[in-house]
């Protein structure tokens, strides 16, 4: 006698054996026309076939499930499927299309995934020159802890210009200053993105007057099409300025950087969305055209350490950008790093104060930030935010009596001109974004970048794929999606009654707290006088801030890192 265990046990065999047993019914009960067919005219086989369509349709759909049922019982790679041999399946089919039916159907306009709906709307909306305006009032609970706003004045000043919120970025020791509007395209690679990308990317820069980073990868043909400004970045790897055996070229490196599309030099230390971690570019992806654009050989497997080989202290950083601004020519020379352990920084202070060498300029990079792939534990567990990692750069920049003379940069998750405000207040003067220029160029966050099978064509190297991104129609859409932006920070800016991004501070943005309070960034922000870590009479602001912080100053030697 079978328990009913063992009958629930055998249900799930169901599926299954109904395909059988349908298919069995269909070969030996049903007239598929098998007698009927004339295998010497085309013409009357078609017909008898015509004629028994759909009986063929339904024969063919069941004995595809039982011969599938026999290889799901046995491969041995998924158990599901040996347990649930056809009806397993479905499990697989939801998992496939869960990310759609999230973000279609369940994903609400406000949920960070990682960017919300409302975000990739603004940005779909602002690139394709749609109204941006929303009626009926906001959808934002203004009473939430966590909410900020910026207050408006009674005096109105009229909107700035876009053409008049740049800044210029290079110090005393630069002689090829560059005028950087505040918006720009941070570092992608070409190889994380497609050709069609970059050169919508890099289009989209040249019609609308802003910088375009062209990521570790080196500057490819695609950079240099159409002659938009490019921030060309040096990674470990050295890619574009790079021995055989992978160390800094200089050689290699000034006949690059000395061309005029290539405004300003960015050494990456690290980047929010895996800092500390190399990368391998494997030999398959390693295409004739990157192995040119990277100087690397075609088809072997490409390593970018964790680490430079050019410098290995704080002083050596210092002497390699004073060595980069002069085998460019004199451009502005900076870094990007994403925050991590703070004495390393405060080391990176005292570098730039024992040699007197200082960078034109520093990007911030949040542990926010994204990538083309990274492991799950750099995105989402190393590395300082944004607005922690900005305040902290930006005061102690301030406490060396520095600040004045370095420009800084932030990215992380920035779209709005209320972000860019924000990122302002906590002390930038420019902001990037990498993924909101990806929506501009028709991203749907669809989070396949490294999977070779991006839907749009922004994140792939496949040919086909990337066929359907048009480099013309997206560059405009890039254009507008700037344009329209620095519009809106101006908008705000006036009526802030303000008339640049550099006159925001922290005093301008408000924060409901716990309970109902409401306090201005600045009031939990860290601040030091100018000068105050020269002296070491910073140190207990430092401490006060965060304990353990002063001391960390006073521990950090410009001569090595720890
Ligand atoms: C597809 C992709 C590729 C990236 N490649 C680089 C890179 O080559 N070098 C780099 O410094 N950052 C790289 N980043 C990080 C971005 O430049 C940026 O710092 C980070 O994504 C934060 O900006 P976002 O929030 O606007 O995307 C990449 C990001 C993405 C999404």
């Known amino acids: 006698m079978l328990s009913i265990q063992s009958v629930r046990s055998l249900a799930r065999f169901i599926p299954w054996l109904a395909s059988i047993a349908i298919t069995a019914i269909y070969l030996f009960e049903i007239n598929l026309g098998w007698a009927e067919l004339d295998w010497r005219s085309t013409e009357l086989l078609l017909k008898t076939f015509l004629a028994h369509l759909y009986d063929w349709i339904l024969f063919a759909f069941f004995l595809f499930l039982s011969l599938l049922g026999i290889r799901d019982l046995i491969q041995s790679k998924h158990a599901l499927l040996r347990n649930y041999p056809v009806i397993g399946h479905i499990r697989f089919l939801f998992e496939n299309i869960r990310p759609e039916i999230r973000q279609y159907l369940i994903e609400s306009d406000q949920d960070d995934v990682p960017f919300s709906r409302n975000s990739r709307v603004l940005v779909y909306q602002r690139s394709k020159n749609l109204a941006d305006t929303q009626a009926f009032g906001s959808i934002e609970n203004e009473y939430r802890e966590g909410y900020q706003w910026i207050n408006h004045s009674m005096a109105p000043v009229h909107h700035p210009s876009n053409d008049s919120l740049r800044i210029t970025v290079g110090g005393s020791a630069c002689s090829q200053p560059y005028s950087l509007s505040i918006f720009n395209i941070s570092a992608m690679s070409f190889g994380a993105l497609s050709a069609n990308a970059i050169m919508a990317l890099n289009k989209g820069a040249k019609l609308g007057g802003f910088a375009h980073d062209t990521g570790e990868g080196s500057v490819s043909p695609y950079h240099e099409r159409y002659g938009g400004d490019l921030i060309w970045e040096i990674g470990t790897g050295y890619f574009g300025c790079r021995t055989d055996d992978g ?18 030099i960015e050494i990456k230390l690290s ?5 500390g971690h ?28 964790a680490a430079h080989s050019a410098f290995n202290s704080p002083v050596g950083l210092m002497q390699f950008i004073a060595e980069l601004r002069k085998l460019s020519g004199g451009k502005p020379v900076g870094f990007k790093l994403c925050v991590g352990n703070i004495q390393e920084w405060f080391s990176v202070i005292k570098a730039m104060l024992s040699t007197g060498i200082r960078p034109d300029f520093i990007v911030v990079d949040g542990s926010e930030g994204g990538t083309g792939a990274a492991p799950v534990e750099f ?36 779209i709005s001109a209320f972000d860019i405000l924000r990122v302002c207040a ?41 066929h359907a991104l048009d480099p013309m129609d997206k ?23 303000l008339s640049h991004t550099r006159e925001v501070t922290s005093d ?55």
Not at 475 to 497: D, I, K, P, Q
Not at 523 to 550: C, F, H, I, N, T
């Open 475 to 497: 560059s405009v859409r890039v254009a507008n999606f700037h344009r329209n932006t620095v519009s809106a920070v101006g908008a705000v800016l006036g009526a802030a009654g």
């Open 508 to 562: 301008h943005i408000l924060q409901r707290g716990p309970m109902e309070t409401v306090e201005t960034l600045s009031l939990r922000m860290l601040k030091l006088p100018e000068g105050a870590l020269l002296d070491d009479s910073g140190v207990a602001l430092l401490e006060q801030y965060a304990p353990g912080l002063g001391a960390r100053w006073l521990n950090a030697t410009a001569a090595s890192w720890h």
């Open 379 to 414: 995105t989402d567990h190393i590395g300082t935010p944004l607005r922690e990692a900005l305040q902290l750069v930006n005061a102690s920049l301030v406490g060396a009596g520095l600040r004045d003379q370095i420009r800084i940069g932030a990215s992380g998750k920035i």
């Open 271 to 275: 980047q929010g969305a895996k800092p």
């Open 426 to 466: 906590l002390g930038a003067d420019w902001a990037n974004s990498a993924r909101g220029f990806m929506f501009a160029l028709g991203c749907i966050q669809s989070r396949s970048c490294n999977t070779d099978r991006c839907p749009t064509g922004v994140a792939t190297q496949d040919p086909y794929r990337q």
């Open 247 to 264: 160390k800094f070229d200089p050689v290699k490196f000034a006949a690059t950087a000395q061309r005029s599309q290539i405004k300003m």
């Open 278 to 305: 190399g990368g391998l570019l494997p030999g398959n992806k390693v295409t004739p055209e990157i192995a040119l654009t990277r100087g690397i050989p075609v088809g072997k497997d490409c390593d970018s350490p």
